[in-house]
T-cell receptor
């Protein structure tokens, strides 16, 4: 069964450094998402992406964040200058279509630790 | 935006008992109601969902019931097993692309 994959599984970085988190969505999916989960808290939406542009973003997704689909398979999240509070698990997800009934499949996550 | 609340935040049951988790939401436009299960250190996984034109849906030991008038839906797990221990999240959906997750319910099934 196809799955969403993410790399790396764990990223440790110094405050102020840039990080890029990578995701490979399921191949026939058209909608891509990033969520984050601070340890012990709920999953929070960051951004959704369709047709090579952002379709929706939350207030968390400020100017420090950007997303890109650099080729036909990868979907990346860049954090330009990391802060301590960016430490979290970052989940990528993808779905065939938008809206109700289109299950979002989650990747295994990247644990980001900012020191 | 959508305001989602889950109750209880933690739930401990004996193996074989039933567990019920309730999710309330604020957006009357919500029309899709999934439940996700997240085991420790793992990804959220969809376990059951229901659409707004249906009041109840069952899949083996799990079921979801929906009350659109009262704006809440519930997850029911019968004959609980230790492997049901996890955090459960509701994520009512308005048809917008993002999921709004509840705060989660930590279920502990005691053998």
């Amino acid at each position: 069964e196809p799955e969403v994959t993410q790399t790396p599984s764990h990223q440790v970085t110094q405050m102020g450094q840039e990080v890029i988190l990578r995701c490979v969505p399921i191949s026939n999916h058209l909608y891509f998402y990033w969520y984050r989960q601070i340890l012990g808290q709920k999953v929070e939406f960051l951004v959704s992406f369709y047709n090579n542009e952002i379709s929706e973003k939350s207030e968390i997704f400020d100017d420090q964040f950007s997303v890109e689909r650099p080729d036909g398979s990868n979907f990346t999240l860049k954090i330009r200058s990391t802060k301590l509070e960016d430490s979290a698990m970052y989940f990528c997800a993808s779905s065939v279509g938008p809206g109700r009934g289109n299950e979002q499949f989650f990747g295994p996550g990247t644990r980001l630790t900012v020191l | 935006g959508e305001n989602v609340e889950q109750h209880p935040s933690t739930l401990s049951v004996q193996e074989g008992d039933s567990a019920v988790i309730k999710c309330t939401y604020s957006d009357s436009a919500s029309n899709y109601f999934p439940w996700y299960k997240q085991e420790l250190g793992k990804r959220p996984q969809l376990i059951i969902d229901i659409r707004s034109n249906v009041g109840e849906k069952k899949d083996q030991r799990i079921a979801v019931t929906l009350n659109k008038t009262a704006k809440h839906f519930s997850l029911h797990i019968t004959e609980t097993q230790p492997e049901d221990s996890a955090v459960y999240f509701c994520a009512p959906h308005t048809g917008r692309r993002a999921l709004t997750f509840g705060s989660g319910t930590r279920l502990q099934v005691q053998p």
